[in-house]
């Protein structure tokens, strides 16, 4: 008996001993936020993710979480401000050519990484290059090369680099040339797989390239002293950044916190700047100061199967569609900061033309109608040679879309009198459903790439995805996917922000292929100490402004 | 005893085999690829060709089997997906620190306030010291760990402030964890410690201590307590396995960056290495387990050891 006993706890010491001691991460110094009152005092604040920071490498990352991360410590040719609006970064200037084809881009004076690495045009050209190979692993070839001339050709190895559209005359200056007039481009280079990446020490590290913060280099406004995927990274300012002296805050914690009520506790144990609220907690937080909301450029909708049983009528696509009263869904069943949609398109989208967004040109798309929705369906029902065809939905296995389901499914049957049936799926089998063409409806969402409709409406014109929704090889599908192609040709933007105007149309009110839901947003508490924090749009957070007091 | 011990030895590689190979196939078999399709559709079908390619999967899954085996025998389990780029091995070595520890801890937590209240559970049978017992282990049974979490966390962290909220920072930070993860060890080790103890209690040779004038505490740590150990034994091995591989809620609860969610991610993200490396570590963690245990039967109970071997 003794010996077990020893034994046991000999096995536990050596076992705590060898484990315990390096795996903790410290201390991340004084409570976030809590900035001292003079200069001298270092500053700080304290944010989270929501899930693990599955890598640092920019030639892998394909999410926000990542991104999130990136975008503050890398920098590209451009930068968004504290209004959305791209500002010269890297670069410091960038002229456009007439035809809208060519962009040369000056870079500032004295350019470095954080390892004193000069950053030349060259860099931008390698980082490019490397980005556009196909198999990149996080899947991003495509913001390339479907802009830059011979891009997917160099992609799928049909030419070789020197004849991609990208020129460096001198260490100073970057001459893109563009495939077709791209309005958002310069949106595009504020986007984090556009941002320059120290090839040079990318090659020599090779396979561990960005597996600890050592295996790093940081051309942002913060770089990474702590870096571990599961449980987050602290940034410091970069004192190599051009612009140094505009980074407020001197230490950054980024904490993964997978749980709402410990991120809550943490918030009010006044461990971190901002955090997010469920819908749970939302009313008793609602009036507080520190109460914001946020959407982001996430659309979710119902997609339809244009050539399945039943939604293949268009009667009975626009009378589903017309059923659902999207403010109803967004203030008391999801009740989080997220918004009713009109359209696929967020309304706050650019159009293009200066000062006019998407949803001003586009007007009232989606309203709530009972009486028509019954009549469409009546319709609908008869075309069919009346019978009522039994619908299915399909949708992730996750709180918010079985919320959003549930409610559908009673809308359904107050408004049209039928049983929809949910079908619960994990993600990746409810893609591959949709994929392949075997349901009814579904429910899907798109973030936008850019800061451009173009970036949802194009997904209904490629060849297979989970949102096509079988919508081609018919006169309509056909004049959509024209309408889409001469707005990739369009010079004007004005005449393009038009073609765009009535391709959103054809596709939500004429064809009914998707009905929008809402727009996504969150419900947060910021400490009132915090200021320009800055979530674009694209949900993806900018640190570099942020200042505590 | 030796040739017993190879021969487990041997069972044990099998046993790894079959699960990889059923592992293997039925995770195939998930709909979906390891990368965002949403993203892979922008790509044109000859860049899509090419980003299967370079991971192989182009290939027949028996074809990508034998890969895999032969890589595993070479001690290479591949790179993740989801973390991209990470070896396989060294996200299970970074993850599974935090777990053993608190899971240790939790072990030894429960294990030794459990038989103290087993053994005076049994000693004072239906007194009310017993009842008591008997009600903090139902408790510990039906109330769920997340539950123990999410109160200790707000009491201990957030009202009297004497612990971390949550986080990795310092040993502090595994103390709720451990505490939470405890409960249901303490619960699960009392009950079985008690009925143990009250069978062996009525033994002839108990009564035969008794009558040779030995004092009472030495019959339970002598007599009692060694031949009530045989059955905790068994289910202890279950609960460190268990205990030690993390538990997906405490660890959230806690922000431990520990390995109880690992499972679920990757599986959500089809990322097949991680998976593969993961039963392969699960698996061969607890038949090492089970192996340590049936050897322990043998020092505790003599008359295991003395049975002899069938061929």
Known sequence: ???????????????????????????????????????AKPTSVSFYLENEIPTLNQFAASDNIAFTVLNNISEGLYRLDMNDEPQPALAESCKVSDDKLTYTFTLRD???????????SKVFRETWLEQMKADAKNGYAFILTDYIVNGQEYSEKKVGADQVGIETPDDKTLVVKLKAPTPYFLSLTTFVPYYAVDMSFYQKQGASYALGKDNLVYSGPYMVTQFDAASGVTLVK???????????????????????????NLYK???????????????SYKSSKEFTTHTIFRTNFIQFNTTAEGTKNLNIRKALSMAVDNNTLVNTILNNGSEAANGVVPKSMSSGIAGKTFGSLQGTLMSYNAEKAKEYWKKGVEELGGQVPQMTLVLDDDTENKDVGTYLQSQFKSVLGIDVNLDSKTKEARRSLMKTGKYQMGLNAWGADYDDPMTYL????????????????TEAADAYVKLIEEAHAERDTAKRADLLVQAEKSLVVDNAVVAPLYYIGSAYLVKPNVKNLVEPDSGILELKYTEVD | MKKYILKRIVYLFVTLLVIMTATFFLMHSLPGTPFDEDKISSLSPAQQQQIYASYGLDQPVYIQYFKYLGNVFQGDFGTSTLYSGQPVKSILASRIVPSALVGIQAVLVGLAVGLVLGVVAAYKHNTPLDYLTMIVSVLGISVPNFVVAALLQYLFGLKWGLLPVAYWESYASSVLPSLALSFGVVAQIARFVRTEMLTVLQQDYILMAKAKGLSPAKILMRHALRNSMLPVLTI??????????????????????GIGSLFVDTIKANDYSTILGLTVFYSAFYVVVILIIDVLYCVIDPRIRLAPAKE
Do not use: H
């Open chain 1, 1 to 39: 008996m003794k010996k077990i006993a020893a034994a046991v706890l000999t096995m536990a010491l050596l076992l705590s001993a060898a484990t315990g001691c390096n795996s903790f991460t410290g201390n991340s110094a004084e409570p976030a936020s809590q900035a001292g009152s003079g200069a």
């Open chain 2, 236 to 257: 202890l091995g279950a609960i460190t396995v268990n205990v030690l591989t993390g538990s997906l809620a405490v660890e959230s609860i806690y922000s431990v960056p």
């Open chain 1, 110 to 120: 004295g350019l470095k990484f954080s390892n004193g690495d000069a950053i030349t």
């Open chain 1, 238 to 264: 970069n004192p190599n950044y051009w612009d140094k002296d505009n980074v407020k805050v001197d230490t950054v914690n980024i904490k993964i916190i997978k749980e709402q009520s410990t991120a809550l």
């Open chain 1, 458 to 473: 194009q997904i209904w014109t490629e060849n297979t995805n989970s949102f096509r929704g079988n919508f081609k090889d």
């Open chain 1, 269 to 283: 144990a006044g461990q971190l700047s901002r955090v997010k609220l469920s819908a749970t907690d939302v009313p």
